[in-house]
């Protein structure tokens, strides 16, 4: 099992940027495959991006051109910059790390999560 602990949420107006780091425990981060997660009051947990470790990368629609994930294998953290935010950003943003990827964006793929941090961007 891979202990993971999430950072980087806050408050930020529209517009601003944050950067989501997600720290992981283990030896063998480089084997797993990354994803973020967000959910928002009342909403499904929902897909934000993914990192495998051959560093394809995927993202959902509305995050595309404005979010990066990435990963540092020797300091075994993820990363999600999040650029040009809006209010419909707000959420809490979980990573969620697995050695075995099925569907990218299903969170049931998906074996380790952190504790979340949120994020709230204000108009």
């Known amino acids: 099992q891979v202990q993971l602990v999430e950072s980087g949420g806050g408050l930020v107006q529209a517009g601003g940027s944050l950067r989501l780091s997600c720290a992981a425990s283990g030896r063998t981060f480089s084997n797993y495959a990354m994803g973020w997660f967000r959910q928002a009051p009342g909403k499904e947990r929902e897909f934000v991006a993914a990192i495998k470790w051959n560093a394809e990368r995927y993202y959902a629609d509305d995050v595309k051109g404005r979010f990066t994930i990435s990963r540092d294998n020797a300091k075994k953290t993820g990363y999600l910059q999040m650029n040009s935010l809006k209010p419909e950003d707000t959420a809490v943003y979980y990573c969620?790390?697995?050695?075995?990827?099925?569907?990218?964006?299903?969170?049931?793929?998906?074996?380790?999560w952190g504790q979340g941090t949120q994020v709230t961007v204000s108009s």
């Open positions: 969620a790390v697995t050695r075995i990827l099925g569907t990218t964006e299903l969170a049931s793929s998906y074996a380790d």
